[in-house]
């Protein structure tokens, strides 16, 4: 497997997965991102996403949850500048994109890749929000977890 050290290596990994496989490791870059969330049904949709094993009807709930919390805290975006909460939209905003049914997907989408992007928002946002936030690259933790996740 050739290592991932960029954008275009890790959407081509990404492109090779399946939708389950793409579910789970979206789901894994949203939840490296949960401790920026502040709902509790955001967060336990991301733990569903990420098991192996799990009901149709329970991927169902869990996708509607994040959704509706990602369509709630939409609104308040850019109100106030308040990046904070903007940075807990966009984990809301990973997970839906992680658990997306099919007949939500056009053929072109993936799961992961829309989920890895969320999640980078995400961290952008604390960026904005605190200067003296840790310089960390979101993009290279999630090419670690993606070659994790394929070998």
């Known amino acids: 497997m ?13 492109n090779g997965l399946d939708a389950q496989q793409q579910r789970i490791l979206g789901s894994r870059f949203a939840q490296h991102v949960i401790r920026l969330s502040k709902d509790e049904r955001v967060n336990r949709a991301i733990e569903v996403g990420m098991r192996n094993q799990v009901a149709p009807g329970e991927l169902e709930d869990a996708f509607k949850a994040a959704k509706a919390y990602a369509t709630k805290t939409y609104t308040a975006c850019g109100k106030d500048t308040d990046w904070l ?17 099919d007949a939500l997907l056009s053929e072109k989408q993936n799961r992961a890749w829309k989920a890895a ?6 961290v952008n946002c604390t960026l904005i929000e605190d200067d003296d936030a ?18």
């Open 2 to 14: 050739p290592k991932i050290n960029n954008d275009h290596a890790l959407r081509d990994a990404l």
């Open 85 to 101: 909460a903007q940075a807990d939209h966009f984990v809301a905003a990973s997970a839906a994109a992680a658990l997306t049914p």
């Open 117 to 122: 992007m969320q999640a980078r928002m995400a």
């Open 134 to 151: 840790p310089e960390t690259s979101e993009a290279e933790h999630q090419y670690t977890l993606a070659e994790a996740f394929l070998g």
